[in-house]
């Protein structure tokens, strides 16, 4: 019976309409939680999808945008430019490191990464070259839903692998973990390298993909690669921006600059569509000419809007005011503690943890739909995927509210893992 159904006209996001439970209905936020319309209230364990770093209608953003929605809340950015948004470009390019100084403003990560893959395409036009036209990426990345994003995608594994045929064909490698992977980089690179217009990885995270960590290290040694090889490295910092790990930016663990830089889900604190690419001086200079066909082609209709622009620069603010990465340290050691009795479970595979991001992999894919109305029946709000469920919660979260997500997560994984031994 389609028709009785709630949400009758909305089209839900990677779910199956016909089997899925019904969504549950939220009506207000605050802090870390979420109040559904039945008056329930849940601790959020990720941040709505790892947005809201500040916690849920923080006043002072709300304030900036207020202010920002009785002046201009829209004006289009062709021809036209305001404040919110030469402030904000202004101080992105303070925050991130090097020369990171040229900013698109955008309207979600996917475009983002859209216009990074689009600048490193034009930049080797802009300079005279043609013929590379792909871009290596790495297995087990995600980079978004679009087109050009999801070519960049994991291939195989990832949520997009019914789409190889209409996508352009890319280059994939595993990511450098070893002297082993590393060569086979190194020559992928090499026996590419006329076909490549740059290499993009999500640096120490890969979040959709499957909350897969690495090394400093090995971002180090794919910046080196892709240097030796004169390619501009993208790195999507689209997950780890903004504190997630441990750092503002997480390539900064690995002392790199790459050359074009993404950013979206916490640039606004979690309350408003915005994303950006950030590319250096010596990208940017590529496109500097007299010449009207060297401009960058691109620009979104919304593309900075201000009061997007305003949400982000308070949330600046608070980065600036408030001891966010001192937070996110202070959770990573609390989901350290809380999530390591649950390695110790037969049928978990693995437990990691980055920053304030914990991450628990069980040895075979879960009932998800049976986890997850477990996690809401104990009152909390997180999203198992695949093999994993996860916490990146708000880096405001208070000590009751984490407390209470390690302790249901553990029970709630606890009575999985039994569920699944008796079916
Ligand atoms: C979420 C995400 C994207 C896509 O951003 P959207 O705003 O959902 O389009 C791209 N890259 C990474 C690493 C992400 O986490």
Same mark, same amino acid.
């Given at each position: 019976?389609?028709?009785?159904?709630?949400?009758?006209?909305?089209?839900?996001?990677?779910?199956?309409?016909?089997?899925?439970?019904?969504?549950?209905?939220?009506?207000?936020?605050?802090?870390?939680?979420?109040?559904?319309?039945?008056?329930?209230?849940?601790?959020?364990?990720?941040?709505?999808?790892?947005?809201?770093?500040?916690?849920?209608?923080?006043?002072? @953003? #709300?304030?900036?945008?207020?202010?920002?929605?009785?002046?201009?809340?829209?004006?289009?950015?062709?021809?036209?430019?305001?404040?919110?948004?030469?402030?904000?470009?202004?101080?992105?390019?303070?925050?991130?490191?090097? $020369?990171?100084?040229?900013?698109?403003?955008?309207?979600?990560?996917?475009?983002?990464?859209?216009?990074?893959?689009?600048?490193?395409?034009?930049?080797?036009?802009? *300079?005279?070259?043609?013929?590379?036209?792909?871009?290596?990426?790495?297995?087990?990345?995600?980079?978004?839903?679009?087109?050009?994003?999801?070519?960049?995608?994991?291939?195989?594994?990832?949520?997009?692998?019914?789409?190889?045929?209409?996508?352009?064909?890319?280059?994939?490698?595993?990511?450098?973990?070893?002297?082993?992977?590393?060569?086979?980089?190194?020559?992928?690179?090499?026996?590419?390298?006329?076909?490549?217009?740059?290499?993009?990885?999500?640096?120490?995270?890969?979040?959709?993909?499957?909350?897969?960590?690495?090394?400093?290290?090995?971002?180090?040694?794919?910046?080196?690669?892709?240097? *030796?090889?004169?390619?501009?490295?993208?790195?999507?910092?689209?997950?780890?921006?903004?504190?997630?790990?441990?750092?503002?930016?997480?390539?900064?663990?690995?002392? @790199?600059?790459?050359?074009?830089?993404?950013?979206?889900?916490?640039?606004?604190?979690?309350?408003?569509?915005?994303?950006?690419?950030?590319?250096? #001086?010596?990208?940017? $200079?590529?496109?500097?000419?007299?010449?009207?066909?060297?401009?960058?082609?691109?620009?979104?209709?919304?593309?900075?809007?201000?009061?997007?622009?305003?949400?982000?620069?308070?949330?600046?603010?608070?980065?600036?005011?408030?001891?966010?990465?001192?937070?996110?340290?202070?959770?990573?050691?609390?989901?350290?503690?809380?999530?390591?009795?649950?390695?110790?479970?037969?049928?978990?595979? $693995?437990?990691?943890?980055?920053?304030?991001?914990?991450?628990?992999?069980?040895? *075979?894919?879960?009932?998800?739909?049976?986890?997850?109305?477990?996690?809401?029946?104990?009152?909390?709000?997180?999203?198992?995927?695949?093999?994993?469920?996860?916490?990146?919660?708000?880096?405001? @979260?208070?000590?009751?509210?984490?407390?209470?997500?390690?302790?249901?997560?553990?029970?709630?994984?606890?009575?999985?893992? *039994?569920?699944?031994?008796?079916?």
């Amino acid at each position: 019976m389609r028709a009785t159904r709630p949400g009758r006209h909305l089209w839900r996001p990677y779910t199956q309409m016909k089997s899925a439970a019904a969504p549950l209905e939220a009506v207000a936020t605050w802090g870390s939680r979420i109040v559904l319309a039945d008056g329930r209230e849940l601790v959020d364990g990720i941040a709505s999808w790892w947005t809201a770093v500040h916690g849920y209608n923080h006043p002072h @953003i #709300a304030r900036a945008v207020a202010d920002q929605l009785a002046r201009m809340p829209h004006v289009m950015f062709g021809g036209l430019t305001h404040a919110p948004a030469e402030r904000l470009a202004a101080r992105l390019a303070a925050l991130l490191p090097g $020369d990171l100084d040229h900013v698109f403003l955008v309207d979600s990560g996917s475009v983002a990464v859209e216009v990074a893959l689009k600048m490193a395409a034009q930049l080797w036009l802009n *300079r005279g070259v043609t013929g590379r036209t792909r871009v290596l990426a790495f297995r087990g990345g995600y980079h978004g839903d679009t087109m050009g994003a999801m070519s960049v995608c994991d291939p195989d594994e990832g949520m997009h692998r019914r789409f190889g045929a209409y996508l352009p064909r890319q280059v994939f490698c595993d990511l450098p973990h070893t002297a082993e992977q590393a060569a086979a980089l190194d020559a992928a690179l090499a026996r590419h390298r006329d076909a490549l217009a740059a290499v993009i990885v999500e640096p120490l995270v890969q979040g959709a993909g499957g909350m897969v960590m690495h090394d400093p290290e090995v971002l180090a040694t794919i910046a080196r690669l892709a240097r *030796r090889h004169g390619l501009p490295l993208i790195c999507d910092e689209i997950f780890t921006g903004f504190g997630r790990t441990g750092t503002l930016f997480a390539c900064e663990q690995a002392g @790199i600059v790459p050359d074009i830089l993404c950013l979206s889900k916490a640039l606004t604190g979690g309350t408003m569509a915005l994303a950006a690419t950030v590319a250096t #001086a010596e990208i940017f $200079d590529a496109f500097w000419s007299d010449d009207p066909a060297a401009a960058l082609m691109h620009g979104p209709t919304f593309m900075a809007n201000p009061l997007a622009c305003a949400a982000a620069n308070a949330s600046l603010d608070l980065f600036e005011r408030e001891p966010r990465l001192d937070q996110a340290r202070a959770i990573a050691g609390r989901l350290r503690d809380g999530l390591a009795p649950l390695a110790r479970l037969p049928g978990v595979r $693995d437990v990691r943890v980055l920053g304030a991001i914990g991450a628990v992999q069980f040895a *075979r894919a879960p009932d998800l739909a049976a986890l997850k109305a477990d996690l809401v029946a104990r009152g909390v709000w997180v999203r198992p995927f695949g093999d994993i469920v996860y916490l990146t919660p708000a880096l405001t @979260i208070g000590a009751d509210d984490l407390d209470h997500l390690l302790s249901a997560l553990g029970r709630s994984v606890a009575e999985t893992l *039994r569920s699944a031994q008796l079916s």
